[in-house]
């Protein structure tokens, strides 16, 4: 158990705790330290909450690592209306991406393929290759739809997070996944929870879905606070974050939730450079003292 608990985002399923942390720790003391908290960075104690091997097929001969898949294996509803979200966003951050006309809008495979077309050539989404970018959609939507992958991915963050835990930092999807397992463990002594690159917003795609359910008020849904009175959320994006489609959590978790935007240049959903910020220090340094 560790002081702090990091949470990784989708796309990791061939790495691991060991792994992922050569790449966290160094951008967290880096944080930590552009926030003054040098001592903090000294002694940081912190431990990766790994679940991305849920989402690893089982490997066979000729045949490991990620399906190989195509725009057509794309699924109508969730995945095509996420990947479609992007494109929007995408379009609307970088002058290179054509904006989704009236005609592309439509769930179909002609739409699918226009959207991959369209974020393959966007600053965003540069290097990711397409059957990438499909495998990512469909981490997000097994998470919410496959109650066996959920459960298992839920509790390797549940597990991780002990009685002397008192920041929680989340990355991409792990912060759907680190907010649940929250929920999921009253009586926690989490003291910060730092969400980075959040997509946690998306009202019809993620809010919904969430468990525990969001709560309807005077007609908007209202998410469960995750945890005390004594916890402190900051939420930090970049506007150029195309995952992170709602920027500011509050009209849909409450006011009390910190909003705080960061300029990560063309690494916008880089967990490394959301870390590395002065603020996203300070955040974790409070939760520390």
Known sequence: MGR???????????????????????????GLRRAEAKSAAADLDVVMA?????FRPEGELLAVGDPLYAADDVKEGFESE???????????????????????LAATPRSVQAALRALSGSRFFSGVALRAMVFDLK???????DPKVRIEAR???TEAIGDDTRVVVAHSLGSVVAYEALCARPGHRVTALVT??????????????LEPAPLELGGKRRGVWPGGEALVWTNIVDDGDVVALVKDLRPAFGD??????????????D???YLTDKLCGQAIAEGLL
């Open 155 to 157: 509790g390797r963050v």
């Open 50 to 54: 790994f679940y991305g091997d849920v």
């Open 196 to 209: 980075i690159g959040s997509p946690l917003g998306i009202p019809e795609l993620i809010l919904k879905r």
């Open 82 to 104: 996420l990947l479609l979200e992007w494109w929007r966003a995408a379009a609307a951050t970088d002058p290179m991406v054509v904006p989704p006309g009236a005609d592309t």
């Open 139 to 145: 981490q997000v939507h097994r998470y919410l739809t």
């Open 4 to 30: 702090v608990v990091a949470v990784h985002g989708i796309g990791k399923q061939l790495l691991g705790e060991d792994s992922l942390l050569r790449e966290w720790r160094p951008a967290l003391t880096d």
């Open 256 to 269: 009390s939730v910190r909003s705080v935007r960061v300029h990560n240049g063309s690494h916008a959903h």
């Open 271 to 273: 967990a490394t450079a």
